[in-house]
């Protein structure tokens, strides 16, 4: 079933049905995300997890909610009022604007936008001037230390993550998220990888996800750039932090696991399918791997998934010009080869960090 583009009638209509369906998508799936991963890691780690508010502990969320607003709002006497204030909202909006481009079924998205995957990799940097906002107006110099962390992820990790979608749009042969979809007859996980592999990486550390979570390190930044933060600011933190982990999810169920397609079920819920299933990854890793350090985080983005992304997009070029034709299916193992060489080759010759710490 393909939507009109003016569905349910008129550009305007269209846009504010559109615009209620993404604002209730990212709060409740949240919500859910939330759930999902303290009930996981519960699992995970031999525990019970939130199991009193509602069955299952499934109102744990909407309890936490409550609380957070009827909390006192407390702004550091020497901070900066006006930047510690606006710095929630820069952080939080831009992630909610990303899901403007991203189809959940064909047709069904606020706007088709012909650089659409451009658009994506611009909006959701903004974020990241949110939180250094929070570090500088919060007058703490462990929240700004935080800040400067997540500056200086997004910039290395920037790079791989863009030099990875790249394979796809070569492949795809459009910048549009609804065509790359509708490119993938196979899912383009199979057809790279590689750049599958360096955008999860790239994209888990980009919003500071474990174990790359040094911005609100505890061990030696108390809470990070949110330290000087509480109440309901503080909750638009929490809330943007999970919505960037779904913003990253449906990303990469659009570039590399065929987006809304799927037999039987309708196109929108193999879609919400496929984010949970991408979400639980990012549970699971961070249940299991321990935190880096900040000297190992910058040297993974630049001599680990910089490189390899090079020679990804190198390979993916080759095989879009010399054989179009044996894309769909001869090259599916011979990528998966390809990646099990590099990854095992840079993972016997190249070291994390050695000796000191190089901050």
Not at 55 to 71: E, N, S, Y
Not at 329 to 358: E, H
Request: charged share 10%; proline share 6%.
């Amino acid at each position: 079933m393909i939507l009109p583009a003016d569905w349910p009638g008129g550009f305007w209509w269209h846009w504010l049905v559109f615009t209620v369906i993404i604002i209730a998508f990212v709060l409740t799936l949240v919500m859910g995300f939330i759930w999902i991963e303290r009930r996981g890691m519960a699992r995970m780690q031999a525990r019970l997890g939130p199991n009193r508010v509602g069955p299952f502990g499934l109102l744990q969320p909407v309890a936490d909610a409550i609380k957070v607003l009827i909390k006192e709002d407390i702004v550091p006497a020497r901070g900066d009022k006006i930047v510690h204030g606006l710095a929630p909202v820069i952080a939080f909006f831009p992630v909610l604007m990303v899901f403007a481009v991203v189809p959940f079924q064909n047709g069904a998205f606020l706007a088709d936008l012909n650089v659409g995957i451009l658009y994506v990799v611009a909006i959701s940097s903004v974020s990241t001037v949110g939180i250094f906002m929070a570090g500088w107006g919060s007058s703490n110099k462990y929240s700004l230390l935080g800040a400067m962390r997540s500056v200086a992820a997004v910039v290395s990790y920037e790079i791989p993550l863009v030099l990875s979608i790249v394979g796809v749009v070569m492949i795809a042969g459009s910048l549009s998220m609804n065509q790359i979809v509708l490119a993938q007859d196979i899912p383009f996980i199979l057809l790279q990888p590689l750049g599958f592999l360096i955008f999860f990486i790239a994209g888990c550390a980009e919003i500071n996800r474990s174990p790359f979570d040094l911005v609100e390190a505890d061990s030696e930044l108390v809470a990070g750039f949110h330290t000087e933060y509480s109440g309901m600011k503080f909750a638009m933190f929490y809330l943007a932090e999970y919505a960037e982990a779904l913003a990253i999810s449906a990303i990469i169920t659009t570039l590399f696991l065929g987006g809304w397609k799927g037999p039987v079920l309708a196109p929108w819920m193999w879609f919400i399918i496929k984010v949970i299933a991408v979400f639980f990854v990012m549970v699971w890793t961070r249940t299991t791997l321990p935190r880096i350090r900040i000297d190992q985080l910058m040297a993974l983005a630049w001599k680990f998934l910089f490189p390899l992304a090079l020679i990804n997009l190198f390979i993916t070029a080759i095989e879009v010009l010399v054989w179009p034709e044996a894309l769909p299916w001869t090259m599916i193992p011979v990528n998966f080869a390809i990646m099990a060489v590099l990854v095992l080759l840079w993972s016997k010759f190249f070291k994390l960090g050695w000796g000191r710490v190089a901050v």
